[in-house]
């Protein structure tokens, strides 16, 4: 697990660690899935496919957590795992696959409302990239 989540007053914090910035982001989103659904296995039924743009890598981060949270709310999707995940980081998009199923066929009290760009940095020390970020809970 190259995530840990931090002690934080009112909403959930989460700093991640990885060797790439596509490690990063695939750690983010386990991060998020687990505040979302716990240990809910979530079965792989349904695919969607995304393709994200923004003006830096801590944007396209937030948009591709917060996508998540909207396919949840939106669509009634739940998810567990990114597969095909590209990142241009120099243009700053994203391309992946979400792999989950309709979440009214699980159990689980999901309290995130939101990914906050409170704290949203990512840094990279001696090869490692590093963020930290904040959910609205």
């Given at each position: 697990m190259a995530y840990e989540f931090?002690?934080?007053?009112?909403?959930?914090?989460?700093?991640?660690t990885a060797s790439t910035i596509p490690e990063l982001f695939l750690d983010c989103a386990t991060a998020l899935n687990e505040s979302i659904h716990g240990e809910v296995n979530i079965l792989e039924q349904k695919e969607q496919k995304l393709?994200?743009?923004?003006?830096?890598?801590e944007e396209l981060l937030y948009k591709f957590l917060e996508e998540f949270i909207f396919l949840l709310d939106s669509e009634d999707l739940i998810f567990n795992k990114v597969s095909e995940l590209k990142i241009d980081e120099n243009s700053f998009i994203l391309?992946?696959?979400?792999?989950?199923?309709h979440a009214k066929n699980y159990h689980f009290?999901?309290?995130?409302?939101a990914v906050t760009f409170s704290n949203l940095k990512i840094?990279?020390?001696?090869?490692?990239?590093?963020?930290?970020v904040t959910l609205d809970v």
């Open positions: 931090i002690d934080h007053t009112a909403d959930v914090m989460f700093q991640a393709k994200l743009e923004a003006d830096s890598l391309t992946a696959t979400l792999l989950g199923d009290t999901s309290d995130v409302k840094s990279e020390d001696n090869g490692e990239f590093k963020t930290k």
